[in-house]
């Protein structure tokens, strides 16, 4: 398969593999454009957005203000100001991590690497379904996530298993063996027992590493999540409070069975060798050689790509950088035609990231994601954000997306040069038929909210 041109080859670092071009970017990568792409890989992991309290500290506020709010309950000021007041303080705090992740975003140089963290951080999706897990979902990506995106992916996958948003989110902190000795003790004492929750054994594996297709039956959900109870998050007088906890006394005794592969080990052990064996399996390779296949090229992605991407994996025994190479270096990843059509999140970081600019306000950013129907911090399932065209491209969808255009526009167009502007952001990506356009458009706006609405800028 033969490449596209040095000035095409370019413009695709910038916008597929990247989120989308900032002024010079394009120009940056011309030499070699592969080279571009693979100078972003390290092993240091995915860069880390400004700002923020680590997940024990969040998890410790949210403690403070549940006890705060039962308290005022207790005198009859459950909606108090002090109650109010410690509430806006963590969504505020929430919506600071998620500006910074999108400045960083906007204004980073490496946006490939961006790009492959944002990928894993969907991948590992937390959903912010209560104020505990939204405290945390941004610590979550910066602790769990960023640090092994070109790693290891078992080093990955025990992290994301093991981080207290995780742990919440999926409600495996309450989960409780039946045999164990909590569930005895619960039993004689005439309390209510904890439950065996299997969310996040299925989550495993259904999403996180051999996907739906690897013949795994219900018994071996069931197992594993035998295997897992104990993983939990400490409480505030526990050894290590708001900070993952493995409970002794609430793990399944016994051995454990997962896709015909028995574990006989003790304790945390056991789950952890589970995943180990997941991590290593050929259809964990396939599944995510797949999704970054769906994710950086095309909905429908070549054979050859995801076969490349899952030997890749395999041929490392999983290290994720070794696989961002081999995405890198794949012919069938620079095929010129753009089919991926971006997310609202990947089109307004490339409106700013177009002209030079980062978000100004969470208060801005916030309604304009919501709007778009990619509320931060808030994919609709653990499944998370959607990867394909059909999702996005509703008729309703682009006109939220044209009047974003023209309002973004109203405000940055006239002190740009609209033909310059779309030459930095889209290089020979740019088409006749899209300049010829804007050209003959009769305001600076009119030709700018023309360029972010063409088929050009809106697909990568």
Not at 378 to 402: F, H, T, Y
Request: charged residues 25%.
């Amino acid at each position: 398969m033969s490449l596209p041109s040095s000035d095409l080859m370019a413009a695709i670092a910038a916008t597929r593999f990247g989120l989308g071009a900032r002024p010079g970017e394009i120009d940056a990568a011309r030499d070699d454009p592969r080279g571009f792409l693979a100078a972003q890989i390290r092993p240091a992991g995915a860069d880390q957005p400004q700002g923020g309290e680590d997940s024990a500290q969040r998890l410790a506020e949210v403690s403070d203000y549940q006890m705060q709010k039962r308290d005022a309950k207790a005198t009859g000021e459950a909606k108090g100001p002090v109650v109010k007041d410690l509430q806006k303080d963590l969504k505020d705090q929430a919506g600071d991590d998620f500006l910074a992740r999108a400045r960083l975003g906007a204004t980073t140089d490496a946006a490939f690497r961006e790009r492959w963290a944002l990928f894993w951080a969907n991948h590992f999706t937390v959903s912010a379904t209560s104020l505990a897990v939204g405290s945390v979902a941004g610590p979550f990506e910066q602790e769990a996530i960023r640090p092994h995106v070109f790693g290891r992916f078992e080093d990955l996958l025990v992290a994301s298993s093991t981080h207290p948003a995780m742990l919440l989110y999926l409600d495996q902190a309450q989960s409780v063996g039946p045999d164990s000795r909590a569930a005895q003790y619960q039993r004689k004492s005439g309390k209510k027992a904890g439950g065996l929750n299997e969310n996040l054994a299925r989550e495993i594996l259904e999403l996180h590493t051999v996907g739906v297709d690897a013949g795994y039956k219900q018994a071996d959900v069931t197992e594993f999540a035998r295997a897992m109870t104990g993983f939990s998050v400490g409480r505030p007088k526990d050894p290590s409070p708001h900070r993952f906890l493995f409970r002794d006394n609430a793990h399944e005794p016994g051995p454990r069975t997962v896709m015909g592969r028995r574990y006989p080990q003790e304790g945390q052990a056991q789950a952890l060798a589970v995943m180990r064996d997941l991590a290593a399996s050929p259809h964990t390779a396939r599944h995510l050689a797949t999704k970054l296949a769906v994710h950086f090229v095309s909905d429908t992605p070549p054979p050859a790509l995801v076969a490349r991407l899952q030997k890749a994996y395999l041929d490392s025994d999983g290290r994720l950088d070794e696989v961002a190479r081999a995405l890198v270096a794949a012919p069938e990843a620079w095929d010129p035609v753009a089919a991926k059509f971006k997310t609202p999140y990947e089109f307004a970081i490339s409106t700013w990231r177009s002209i030079d600019a980062q978000p100004s306000g969470i208060d801005k950013l916030a309604p304009v994601l919501t709007g778009l129907g990619q509320k931060p911090f808030s994919a609709p399932s653990p499944k998370g954000w959607a990867d394909e065209a059909q999702v996005w491209c509703a008729p309703d969808a682009l006109i939220k997306r044209l009047r974003f255009s023209e309002g973004f526009a109203a405000v940055v167009a006239d002190r740009l040069d609209p033909s310059l502007l779309a030459q930095t952001a889209l290089g020979a990506r740019l088409t006749p038929a899209v300049a010829k356009a804007m050209a003959r458009a009769e305001t600076r706006r009119e030709a700018m909210a023309l360029l972010l609405m063409s088929p050009e800028f809106q697909r990568r």
